[in-house]
């Protein structure tokens, strides 16, 4: 079956009427991911756009179909690893999953989530990556890229600024966490989203498994709302986020480009970038190149 | 010559006003209400040599707030009631470390997540007892934007003064609120700088206090032995378990707002003089409590306001006598009823206290007031 035939065949766990940005790649993240987790799940949506926009419902009728709750921003994995325990205790399998932003994931959540990690809680957990506080207007995070422009890392009017250091590589963190399966994902290639989501469902049974799926904003970034699956593409042929999964330990890339494009194709797509000059887009090249060099010789182990 | 007159939010003024105060670092984390103190101070303080740093969640900005502070530099961090919650414990590390700081809640709905943009004044006892332990502290409640101005400039004046953490209750109102404002004249306000010691860097014992209780404070990397410990300490800084030790440093540290109350403590009174019934409210609540009197006195009733400016410590002895007088006072808050435990207490039943809460994220009207004193009359 294709990738259409097979997504079109499941139900849709969340109700129409989000109020997401017109054209979130997010939104399509979450419903693509939901669709393969399918019913049998119990989602943790914490602070963050998602819960914004209403999947955690706001009624009886609308959000998510399925057991879904709010924790706080600092508790996803804490609360997921006490519900996914007692259902561990009573022999039933369920699939107890976090769908949480970068804020919530890498900054304020990353102490509880790194502890589900080293305890091997059987949870999966999925991060969209925006680069930032996108509930509260657009606020730095340690998941923002190098240069760009947010709320609290401002550009001067020379045109200088923006945020000072490059974004943590938080995939590769999880990955060193030994646990069951790491995966980053893109909302412009779903087939290898729904594969690794699939996958994560079965490797839950021996540890957290943890996807990591980029979504460039458009209302933060400043990206035009037609090009949200171009700009996500373009992330990828770029290698500024590299599609790659590491199962029981073993670093396997997803999408390798013989001639990956320049990252300033990606960059100059993107508002907060705008101020850039060819010495920081020459610079981020370079921390690019960096990275993927040190992913191929950990995929050659 | 006229101040020039600028439009401004409560944060903004917030921001302004501790740029004057001599702030020169704030950390903080993005939060609804408060986040537009963050983004201001993160384009104004370069501007002036300081330093703004996002962290990675509330308790570090309350952390890096410390740190900084230690370093010499005046530091604040801004928050909202979830962002208050986790700053708690280090608060209380601020508290016995003698650490000078301003913490600015714009209080939302609580509690937990709440009502993220609706405002709340459910951080009143909060502020006083968050952080365990008997530990004092100082929290001033302005009123309007130009207040959170002066205000704000108060609170790092306290500070300074008393070596302890001072919380600005803002609430959603007041922060979002924009409002005409002249801006005084810099140069003459008075703005407070911490002790320095007098002594020989052998002979500083950084936790002896002086006559007013306050011991002076160097800066980190000075080069005084200077340790600092969120354990029970002596003069020395390092950590005690004498039972004496322990009941000396509490108590100091209890006194040295005590004894200093009438220094700070601040409100401000309208019509009381002849008042039968007193509306007593802080924050965005006070302006329903001026209206409602308005509409009162135009009819013939006698009715005054109270509003304290300093909750903590609260005008206690003014209260007091109030209370002899009046009838009734009227407690307005946007809770359910903690600040009205403080008037009980303070009046000594000395007359009826009535309470007007309201915890649905709207503001208190006049009309809800003016139904109270018809209940009273």
């Known amino acids: 079956m294709n990738i259409i035939d097979k997504l079109n065949s499941k139900e849709d766990m969340i109700s129409p009427g989000i109020s997401a940005c017109i054209g979130c790649n997010v939104e399509l993240t979450l419903r693509t991911c939901m669709k393969v987790l399918g019913p049998n799940t119990i989602l943790a949506i914490p602070p963050g756009c998602m819960g914004g926009v209403g999947v955690v419902g706001w009624d009886m009728m609308s959000g998510a179909n399925c057991p879904v709750f709010f924790p706080l921003l600092d508790n996803p994995a804490s609360m997921l690893a006490g519900i996914k325990l007692y259902y561990e205790r009573i022999g039933r399998k369920v699939n107890v999953v976090a769908f949480a932003g970068d804020g919530a994931t890498v900054d304020a959540g990353f102490q509880c989530l790194s502890g589900a990690a080293e305890r091997g809680d059987k949870i999966i957990y999925i991060c969209y990556d925006n680069e930032g506080y996108m509930n509260t207007g657009y606020q730095r995070s340690s998941a923002t890229s190098k240069y760009s422009w947010t709320s609290t890392t401002p550009v001067s009017t020379e045109g200088r600024g923006g945020k000072k250091e490059h974004k943590k590589d938080f995939p590769m963190i999880m990955a060193m966490h030994d646990i069951a399966y790491m995966a980053t994902c893109s909302p412009a290639f779903i087939q290898d989203m729904v594969r690794k989501i699939e996958k994560a469902m079965e490797k839950q049974e021996k540890g957290l498994a943890y996807i990591h799926v980029f979504n460039p904003c458009l209302t933060g970034w400043g990206i035009k709302a037609e090009e949200s699956i171009e700009v996500s593409r373009l992330s990828v042929e770029t290698n500024f986020f590299p599609l790659y999964e590491v199962i029981d330990g073993q670093f396997k890339i997803n999408k390798e480009y013989k001639n990956p494009k320049p990252v300033k194709d990606y960059l100059t797509k993107i508002k907060k970038y705008s101020h850039l000059n060819e010495e920081e887009i020459e610079e981020i090249q370079e921390i690019v190149d960096e990275k993927w060099d040190r992913l191929k010789k950990l995929a050659s182990l | ?377």
């Open chain 2, 1 to 377: 010559m006229k101040n020039k007159e600028l439009l401004m939010q409560g944060n903004e003024a917030c921001v302004e006003g501790a740029l004057v105060a001599g702030m020169r670092f704030f950390a903080g984390y993005p939060i609804t209400p408060s986040t537009e103190i963050a983004e201001l101070s993160s384009e104004k303080l370069p501007l002036v040599g300081g330093k703004f740093i996002q962290m990675e969640d509330e308790i570090a900005s309350m952390a890096a707030t410390i740190g900084a502070s230690l370093t010499g530099l005046k530091s604040m961090t801004a928050t909202s009631g979830p962002g208050f919650s986790l700053k708690q414990e280090n608060i209380g590390y601020a508290a016995i470390a003698e650490v000078p700081c301003v913490i600015v809640d714009v209080q939302r709905g609580g509690p937990s997540t709440g009502l993220p943009t609706s405002p709340s004044q459910g951080d009143i006892m909060q502020s006083k007892w968050g952080t365990h332990g008997d530990h004092p502290i100082i929290v001033v409640a302005p009123a309007s934007v130009r207040e959170t101005f002066d205000l704000t400039i108060k609170a790092f004046n306290f500070s300074e003064t008393y070596r302890t953490p001072v919380i600005i209750l803002l609430d959603e109102v007041i922060g979002h609120m924009r409002e005409k404002i002249e801006l005084p004249d810099i140069s003459k306000i008075d703005i407070v700088n911490r002790k320095k010691p007098l002594v020989n860097k052998e002979d500083y014992l950084p936790f002896k206090a002086d006559e007013d209780l306050v011991p002076p404070m160097a800066d980190y990397g000075e080069g005084y032995r200077f340790h600092v410990t969120g354990l029970v300490h002596d003069e020395t800084g390092f950590p005690s378990n004498n039972p004496d030790v322990s009941d000396k440093l509490i108590r100091r540290l209890d006194a040295k707002i005590e004894k200093n109350k009438d220094k700070i403590v601040e409100w401000e009174e309208k019509n009381t003089n002849d008042a039968e019934i007193i509306i007593l409210s802080i924050g965005c609540v006070s302006r329903a409590s001026n209206a409602a009197m308005k509409i009162m006195r135009n009819k013939g009733i006698k009715v005054g306001t109270f509003r304290p400016i300093t909750v903590w410590p609260f005008p206690e002895k003014r209260l007091e006598e109030l209370s002899q007088k009046v009838k009734a006072i009227i407690v307005a808050e946007m809770n359910l009823g903690q600040m009205a435990l403080e008037v009980e207490r303070i009046s000594k039943c000395m007359t009826r206290i009535e309470k007007v809460n309201k915890v649905n994220g709207e503001i208190i009207t006049p009309d809800e007031i003016i139904a109270k004193i018809k209940e009273v009359l």
